[in-house]
């Protein structure tokens, strides 16, 4: 792992938490984030309530890979028992590592 | 390849394809997706009709490897001849792999 | 790397450069681009000039190791001192490398 590499961690989940969310995880040491509208279908967390279509936000974060995993953490722990939450990260590499 | 390791497979397309594609890949083993809507620009498969600005898709599935293929390669062999269709697939790490 | 191999090169960066961004990087070689309006947070390059929500794109292309790092060092040395600006590069698998 050289000096620029990063995780994106990306969270998808509903659009009504997109206050909280940010507030969130710019309390959790994230520099900056990136929202997309998004739409989708997934089973909702545990409550298996079945399908359906709805309002979606695609949450984009990218940090260094323990700011990665406490965010992603934090928000499995907060949020995934009452809401739609989807989160998984990846390698990137960034060409100003002192950004993130 | 641990168990927390799956695919994400990207699905840029054609806005007109969105309800077939989604039966599609729920048919093919999705268990579920994220769109966003999307314009750019690219060849349009084999016709090489020039190039064009258009309402595109983008669209996401976290799956298994043998999942991520299955789709991708019954997408390109239903679609690529006659619409435009842009397919990659990364390594991710998700938090929950019971969901995917 | 196989043949299959390419980078997804993805832009974050302000809505009012699109069109001359797009111009650009067709320019640097690459043969298709995908575009979606995004929002977020950051710190705007190196002016320090505090943070805000604003107007942004996210641009990917899917293009060869080399040709993503062209667009990439181009983007930083052309925008980054004067627009904010964002880029990450990750590994992706493609079906049909001819088109990339």
């Keep these: 792992m050289t000096d620029h590499q990063r995780k994106l961690l990306t969270v998808i989940t509903e659009a009504s938490l997109e206050h909280a969310l940010c507030e969130r995880i710019e309390q959790l040491g994230a520099h900056g984030y990136t929202i997309t509208d ?5 089973s909702r967390g545990k409550r ?6 709805s309002a979606n936000i695609r949450l984009e974060v990218v940090c260094s890979e323990a700011c990665a995993h406490t965010i992603a ?22 060409l100003r590592p002192e950004k993130f």
Tied chains: 1, 2, 3.
């Design 48 to 53: 298996d309530a079945g399908w359906g279509a």
């Design 73 to 94: 953490e934090a928000l499995r722990k907060e949020y995934s028992d009452n809401y739609a939450l989807i989160l998984f990260m990846s390698d990137v590499e960034v």
């Design 38 to 42: 998004a739409r989708g279908k997934g």
